[in-house]
């Protein structure tokens, strides 16, 4: 009775006001969770995406970047090959000390600004950045720096929620106390993305992506959330592009 009564209200009166934190904020706040949320669609299609990608480049003897790293979610993955360096880089202090207690060795940087001035040039064979892109407001300048730090025959790999799912409406929220909080979000298109890295002499190699169709609908059903899901049905949610220099 009380649960029909719970889904009565959220359908009626409306769910409680979600308070937007900026990316810091939301992120340390998020971070005592971020490894303990089974059944969640951004991560779970992150998964996939990313792995599909990470499947054409060779990463045995690379130095690898992983920006906007969190817990180190796909450091399992990576890994996997024999790479010569791995760094994380974020911006939420309370995210890599999470990374540092599943890897306490691990070598990490806290983000405080787009240049990454304490990083050489040609620095990283592989820049990974997984569900990131959408929360630098600048994004430009960004991508020129992470492209100073590739080697000339250097890959980036990124993934992140669609442009035009953000466009739509669509926040990266999570639950916190009795109430929700959104991360901070910017609209940058993969066409301006794309932009930015060809004009650093990137190109693109593969592209996937994901849509809000039946093979996810069940995340949404039990999440109450079906008219989430008739909304954006057929929208693309999530995608991921590889591109390599030289």
Known sequence: MIDTLKKFIRK?????????????????????????????LMLDLD???????????????????DIGCGTGRHWPMLLQGELRSLAGFDVSRGMLDKLKGKYPEANT?????????????????????TL??????NIEEALTAWSRITKPA???????????????GGQRTFKHNSGHIAVRN?????????????KNGFKVVVEAERLVDEAVRHYYDV?????VYEKFKGFPIIYGIHFRRG
């Open 132 to 137: 990131t892109v959408a929360h630098i407001e």
């Open 186 to 198: 910017y609209v940058h298109s993969t066409e301006s993305i794309r932009k930015i890295l060809l």
């Open 154 to 168: 250097g890959d980036i790999i990124i993934t992140d929620f669609h442009p035009n799912a953000l466009a739509s």
């Open 109 to 129: 940087h806290v983000i405080t600004d787009n240049e990454f001035s304490d990083v050489a040039d040609n620095t990283y064979d592989v820049i990974v950045s």
């Open 47 to 65: 998964e996939i995406v990313f792995a599909e990608l990470l499947d054409t480049i060779d990463i045995n003897n690379k130095d690898v970047a």
């Open 12 to 40: 009626n009166i409306g769910s409680p006001a979600i308070k937007e934190r900026n990316v810091v904020e939301a992120y340390d706040i998020w971070a005592d969770n971020y490894d303990a949320q089974p059944g969640n």
């Open 223 to 227: 999440q109450d959330a079906m008219h």
